[in-house]
């Protein structure tokens, strides 16, 4: 079963940015370039929420609060997928968690200071 690992999370001041990462390993039969790989995030006392999408044809979709500001890219070769988040806000404090085809990341904090 293929293993996501992020990466990336910290403290920072509302304004700045930050770029998470998420490698995969044992990728399986299925080529991690054919895989559709997910950022979710989770705040506290909130429900977990899809963030951003990049599929296999590198389709991207975005929540729509982060429209403008969060972008989702991969590298095939690296086994990679990254989410680069600019102009932070605090409301993005949360959890982030990466997820293809059933399987999650342990996740990675993400704090934003007002």
């Known amino acids: 079963q293929v293993q996501l690992v992020e990466s990336g999370g910290g403290l920072v001041q509302a304004g700045e940015s930050l770029r998470l990462t998420c490698v995969a390993s044992?990728?399986?039969?299925?080529?991690?370039?054919?895989?559709?790989v997910d950022w979710y995030r989770q705040a506290p006392g909130k429900q977990r929420e899809l963030v951003a999408t990049i599929t296999e044809s590198y389709t991207t979709t975005y929540l729509e609060s982060v429209k403008g500001r969060f972008s989702i890219s991969r590298d095939n070769f690296r086994n990679t997928v990254y989410l680069q988040m600019n102009n932070l806000k605090f409301e993005d404090t949360a959890i982030y968690f990466c997820?293809?085809?059933?399987?999650w990341g342990q996740g990675t904090q993400v704090t934003v200071s007002s």
């Open positions: 997820h293809s085809e059933q399987t």
């Open positions: 044992r990728i399986g039969s299925v080529k991690f370039g054919f895989r559709n």
